[in-house]
């Protein structure tokens, strides 16, 4: 079996990347699987360059192919923001997903709706040698003031999507793998990875 290592220690995001996954025939592992302790500094300038340096760190590090996977919410109002600093915009230490929805809804308020938006996703795939390939997801939407919806995780509550009418939390497991900017990116990867095995295992 082939086995592909997930570079994350993001549990929802860990979670999502296996469900997107799983229709592969191999073994998907997790950095705590490997009893890896990596923690990497996304010292990148746009979701590509963070991609590509987690996907390659984890993959020297565990010798395994590696696919990582960085995103963000950016949002037209605050001219992109928080973009690259998702994970990190509210302003306090160990600020949890709700606290960040707050803080970005406060800051949204002297702005009149809708309050445009997008997610973006750059997916990475990296061996232990060899240049990365990547590909890339957007979903577009808008903010909403009320989170709606108990599905997904960081901004999902409070991303409404531009056709549905639904956050991305009330979207149901199968329609935020076939909506999602990382079910995008990572739909445009996937044959990329069956091609590149096959070939190993012919070649093999």
């Not at 799983?22 to 073994?27: E, K, P, S, V």
């Not at 984890?58 to 994970?87: H, I, N, R």
């Not at 600020?95 to 750059?122: C, G, H, I």
Request: glycine share 10%; hydrophobic share 40%; aromatic share 6%.
């Amino acid at each position: 079996m082939i086995k592909l290592l997930l570079a994350t220690n993001n549990q929802g995001k860990l979670a999502e990347l296996r469900s997107l996954l799983d229709r592969l025939d191999f073994i998907l592992l997790s950095p705590a699987d490997l009893g890896l302790n990596v923690q990497v500094q996304e010292r990148g300038t746009n979701y590509l360059e963070n991609a590509v340096l987690k996907a390659a760190i984890f993959a020297q590090a565990s010798k395994t192919w590696t696919l990582a996977d960085d995103s963000g919410l950016e949002v037209e109002a605050l001219d992109g923001a928080p973009g690259l600093f998702s994970a990190r915009y509210a302003p306090q230490q160990g600020a949890t997903d709700k606290d960040r929805r707050r803080f970005l809804v406060q800051n949204l308020e002297k702005y009149p709706r809708p309050w445009k938006a997008s997610f973006q996703s750059v997916v990475a795939l990296v061996g232990p040698e060899g240049s990365p390939i990547v590909t890339r997801g957007i979903c577009q939407g808008e903010i909403i003031p009320e989170g709606r919806g108990v599905g997904g995780f960081g901004y999902d509550r409070i991303f409404q999507l531009e056709d549905s009418g639904l956050t991305m939390a009330e979207l149901t497991a199968e329609q935020k793998n076939s909506l999602s900017h990382r079910a995008l990116a990572i739909g445009k990867i996937i044959p990329v990875l069956q091609g590149l095995f096959a070939e190993e295992i012919i070649s093999g």
